[in-house]
């Protein structure tokens, strides 16, 4: 099983709203992450957490928390929005967060903040 | 920081034709990965290559990394409209940082 799974496929949430996306994968992979992703653009890296660590943070604003209850799920908790931060929000793992291992992409979350 | 570009941007072609895309970056790479976003999906991994000047082929796709380790390509040979999509290289460094993609639309 190489997938990796997104929930909620479509969000529309206000700027005063708090909402959680959910990702989750079953190949026993020790790295996850999260990207966001604008139109036509490349994704940029959010967040990564190794063995339910979090080892980088991309100077991610405040108003994005990720979590990583288990080495299976990871989670990223949305607080106060902009509309600028409509995109979609892809979460990824591998097997470990070496750079030379493959990414699986989950299907991602595409948010529209109103 | 590291940037990692991708010519061209956009690149229509008539079905059977080649289609090449180059990628370079401002440092040198530990590795380059090459994904495959469909209009619509999200990213799908191709292959990785690792060592200078290595060259490796998936059927229609050739793919290179340069002896400096700073550069890659992509081609597909007689594209076909299964190949619509955006193509984007990744580099690994102290990050994994994803070029800035070629969109590619094949016209019958």
């Known amino acids: 099983d190489t997938e990796v799974t997104q929930t909620p496929k479509h969000l529309v949430m206000g700027m005063t709203n708090k909402k959680s996306l959910k990702c989750e994968q079953h190949m026993g992979h020790r790295a996850m992450y999260w990207y966001k992703q604008k139109a036509k653009k490349p994704p940029e890296l959010m967040f990564v957490y190794s063995y339910e660590k979090l080892s980088i943070n991309e100077s991610v604003p405040s108003r994005f928390s990720p979590e990583c209850p288990n080495s299976s799920l990871l989670n990223l908790h949305l607080h106060a929005l902009q509309p600028e931060d409509s995109a979609l929000y892809l979460c990824a793992s591998s097997q470990d967060s070496g750079w030379t291992d493959t990414q699986y992409f989950g299907p991602g979350t595409r948010l529209t903040v109103l | ?108």
């Open chain 2, 1 to 108: 920081g590291q940037q990692v570009m991708q010519i061209p941007q956009y690149q229509h072609v008539q079905e059977g034709e080649d289609f090449t895309t180059y990628c370079n970056s401002s440092t040198t790479l530990s590795n380059i990965q090459w994904y495959k976003q469909r209009p619509g999906g999200h990213p799908v991994f191709l292959i990785q290559l690792v060592k200078s000047g290595e060259v490796k082929k998936q059927k229609r796709l050739t793919f290179q990394f340069g002896e400096a380790k700073k550069n890659s390509s992509l081609h597909i040979t007689a594209t076909q409209t299964t190949d619509v999509g955006t193509y984007f290289c990744a580099g690994g460094g102290n990050k994994l940082t994803f070029g800035t993609g070629t969109q590619l639309k094949v016209e019958l």
